[in-house]
């Protein structure tokens, strides 16, 4: 968790707005103009038979012939339906299971059969949250997530659940819940990966038997509540603040511990501390452009003959 504070110099020109990222995308579903259509053209062409062959039969059109032309087109547009290739169509004959029809054309017979559920096959994403979910360490955070399933047993996905789209997330938010109450908060966004599948293995396992595939579960985003989120970034201010303390410490330990092991040596070789000492009168003479001050002491390490004596 971060905060940002910005500020405009004054008398500064302001800056034009940046253009924001555009997050939703336009629509390209499927459309079912086409069946819609196709149950008119036979509407049309029902109709249209009918008043023929009143035609042929009576020799004259009334309103007898409009009723009788209207109720033929309906049976026809009825009997002859057409399903989208992702599209299955659960028919029932006098109540019970029949069979499962689609992609293309299929036939119903009026007054037996009817269409009682269409059961769209392609992958489907479901968003759901877990409102005021607890964690592990009894803390309430709301949590946003997406669901990506699909049906490949369309019969039992009818005759299995009642309402097959409402179970699955149902079931996503119960998972989701039980998943989160396992795991601390420190942990949530660390583990979200871990989660997912997790979740993945939970909900394909149960919603296996209404014929649905979970494919993924992924969390989108996790919020805790505003009181607590001060908090947490002040203790995310102090774990830095000790571990950077802690680092500091660490180095002057190894530092001192260097001082020590360099005193050793310098005391043991009094070369080394000479040979220091023209080092630092060196240095100096080169930052001060070529002026030496040194006490007259420090004369005698520039005495080859001394060194070499001692």
Excluded at 43 to 67: D, I, N, Q
Excluded at 166 to 190: K, P, Y
Aim: proline content about 5%; glycine content about 8%.
């Amino acid at each position: 968790m971060g905060f940002s504070l910005r500020g405009r110099r004054a008398g500064a020109p302001a800056q034009p707005p940046r253009p924001v990222e555009a997050t939703e995308v336009s629509d390209n579903e499927a459309t079912r103009v086409g069946v819609y259509l196709f149950a008119l053209a036979l509407f049309a062409v029902g109709a249209g038979v009918a008043t023929g062959a009143w035609m042929a039969v009576v020799g004259s059109v009334g309103a007898l012939t409009a009723v009788v032309a209207v109720l033929v087109g309906l049976a026809l547009a009825g009997a002859v339906r057409v399903a989208p290739q992702w599209e299955r169509v659960a028919i029932l004959r006098l109540g019970r299971f029949h069979r499962i029809a689609g992609p293309g054309p299929y036939v119903v017979a009026p007054l037996v059969d009817y269409a009682a559920m269409h059961v769209d096959t392609r992958v489907m994403n479901s968003s759901f949250a877990a409102e005021a979910a607890l964690t592990a360490d009894l803390v309430p955070v709301d949590v946003d997530a997406i669901l990506f399933w699909m049906v490949w047993d369309a019969q039992k996905a009818c005759l299995e659940v009642e309402n097959y789209p409402r179970a699955v997330l149902r079931s996503a938010q119960t998972a989701m819940r039980d998943a989160i109450g396992q795991v601390n908060l420190a942990d949530l966004s660390l583990r979200r990966k871990q989660i997912d599948r997790e979740l993945q293995e939970v909900m394909g396992a149960k919603c296996e038997e209404w014929g649905i595939t979970v494919m993924s579960v992924e969390i989108r985003d996790v919020k805790v509540p505003p009181e607590l989120e001060d908090a947490l970034s002040k203790e995310a201010q102090a774990e830095r603040e000790r571990n950077a303390r802690t680092i500091l410490a660490e180095v002057e330990k190894d530092i001192s511990e260097m001082f020590v092991e360099a005193a050793e040596v310098y005391e043991r070789k009094p070369v080394a501390m000479k040979l220091r000492a023209m080092n630092l009168a060196y240095e100096g003479a080169r930052e001060g452009r070529g002026i030496l001050l040194a006490p007259s002491g420090l004369a005698d390490g520039f005495d080859l003959g001394k060194i070499l004596e001692d």
